[in-house]
């Protein structure tokens, strides 16, 4: 029998599936004659042939022996079994390609994978295998181009939220710096310690040159309104007072550091009740440490 050397053109490329590694030019390789599955020559011979599932040249593959009835003839078990033990001379038929010599029941030439059958290499599944990995790499491209937008996206989500969230902070912090904001804290916290019938609180919030203003077209100084604040928290047992409809009010008397505001009182203890509009005049300057404080109190 002539043994030829193999052709290496068509393993080219090729892995082998028994160590899932490629077949390199010159190393020693056989084609499963059944499937044209390339291998190693040692993978082939470790595994005792083919590694392909399902093909008749797999050690593991069930092999299933038709006997034909009318052949057996009158001859026993034992002949038979004897018979099937004793190897299976075939023909011999030359590749087209290579002029190896194979066995007549060859698909495919060991030597050089030519396909006996059809009498051409089998080009259709070389151009499935490179179309296979091309739509691998193309899907591992778009897989990656996906996780880049989902990550652009994410990235924009972010940095919008974070703008936005700037933003809020700045107006937030624009407002509790305002003068708005900090003269409204300012008479309700008065108002609080009004209340609270706490003296020392309430005329920390007045200048010296406050004055009251009531119903009756009176005025009252500083020091008779603190006074008369004295004596009703000490003769008062409960005070709740209501403010609403708060407003700052703009004039030509209004400077950047003297305010008016305006808003409904509602004065309830337990020996008075009374319901007005107030007015209240503040200023702050370098005589009050830069702090609104009331300098004059109107009550209609």
Known sequence: MKIPQSTYDFIQNKTCPYCQSKIKAGADF????????????ECWDENSGCTTYGCVNNPH???????????????????????????????LIQCPNCKSEVEESSTYCKFCGYNLIDNKFDEAKEEFEKEYKKRYKDKISSTRKRFLITAGSFVVLFAAVAFLLYLTVTKLNE???????????TVYTWKGAWEEKNIEKF??????????????????DYK????????????????????????????SSTTANDKKVQFNEDYKSDKYQEKGK???????????????????EFFE
Do not use: A
């Not at 069930?62 to 075939?90: A, F, M, Y």
């Not at 107030?278 to 004059?296: A, H, P, V």
């Open 175 to 185: 407002y509790f710096s305002s003068d708005e904001y900090v003269i409204k804290n």
């Open 224 to 251: 008779d309104r603190i006074k008369r604040m004295e004596s009703t928290f000490k003769n008062y047992k409960d005070i709740k007072i209501e403010f609403s409809d708060f407003q700052f009010v703009n004039d």
């Open 61 to 91: 593959t069930e092999q299933k022996l038709e006997i034909d009835s009318h052949n057996v003839g009158h001859e026993t078990v034992e002949s038979i079994r004897e018979s099937l033990r004793q190897p299976v001379v075939q023909n």
């Open 30 to 41: 056989i084609v499963c004659t059944n499937c044209g599955t390339p291998h190693h020559k």
């Open 278 to 296: 107030k007015t209240l005049r503040l200023y702050k300057g370098e005589d009050t440490n830069n702090e609104w404080k009331i300098y004059r």
């Open 203 to 220: 005329k920390s919030y007045m200048t010296e040159d406050y004055k009251y203003l009531g119903k009756d077209g009176k005025s009252i």
